[in-house]
């Protein structure tokens, strides 16, 4: 090194150092660039190896519930319906019940009146396997749904279902008889459609009549496609909760009772008993997927 600077020109020493620190410099960012960008692909290997377990299909614990399961239950389901999810369908078959429509949407059609389905309203539901409790458990329900007809009265679109005792909150030690959460739909005066969100406070059980808040959520209009999630299950805390997102308004609930287990249902349940009874709803790429972390 020192022989060689003894032959370079004042002039070409200048150049040379400069260009040798510029190097030196240049290899070793390119040094620290290397080494973030291997912690960079490390912390994402570490980050996908703790990542959420996620199961979708539409496997559910119980029959399809029409004619063959009760005499009271008057429709059955079609042989490749377009929306996942097992049937329970109690209305008069003369004009309720599921179709495909468009090779893409599926169809629920129910009507009211005095006749009631083993004690409940007249319904065309799908739902789903249930979650059972844990911590950072959920169903996650998506797609696109729109109205086409309401009757008089409530028709609820989206709930979910809590299943078994009460192991903490409100009732607590007490078996819940009811759903905990649902999205129902109501005519509104100027022609719209009022979407509500009616949450148990007060647990039904065989003990307490039970109560709900309700509130309303959104308006939309008549046959008008409006994407949709719907997500339930249990926190970090293992906490029940409920999350409804319809276009872009989006709301969350923290249940004040939390259940052994929850499942979701979606379709048309409920109409009005008088005046007009008919209610038409539909949805098209439905989903559901369990998660855990």
Known sequence: MQNLLQIIPKSGLILYLALFFSCSTHSENETDKEKTVVEEQEQKQENSNS????????????????????????????????????????????????QNLDNIWGSYKITGGEI???????????????????????????????????????????????????????????????????????????????????????PYTTDTGG?????????????????????????ATGTAFSKIKIGDTETYFTHNHTTERVYTRYGAYGTGDTGDVTAHVAFKDVNLCRTQE
């Not at 377990?53 to 389901?77: H, K, R, Y």
């Open 211 to 235: 109560s709900r808040d309700v509130k309303n959520f959104i308006t939309l209009n008549y046959n008008q496609d409006y994407p949709f999630t719907y997500e339930t299950g249990y926190d």
């Open 51 to 98: 990542t959420t377990i996620q199961d979708c299909d539409e496997v559910s614990d119980f029959p399809n519930l029409g004619p063959s399961a009760s005499q009271s239950q008057t429709c059955d389901d079609i042989a490749n319906p377009n929306n996942k999810g097992t049937l329970d369908c109690r209305t008069d078959n003369t004009f309720g019940g599921y």
């Open 116 to 202: 009631r389905y083993e004690g409940t309203r007249t319904r065309v539901e799908r739902f789903f396997k249930t979650i059972l409790h844990g911590t950072n458990k959920k169903t996650i329900l998506t797609g696109t749904l729109k109205i086409i007809d309401l009757s008089d009265g409530n028709t609820c679109i989206i709930q979910s279902h809590a299943g078994g005792d009460i192991i903490k909150g409100e009732e607590a030690g007490r078996a819940n008889r009811s759903a905990q959460f649902l999205l129902y739909a109501k005519k509104s005066s100027d022609n719209k459609i009022q979407l509500e969100t009616h949450v148990t406070i007060n």
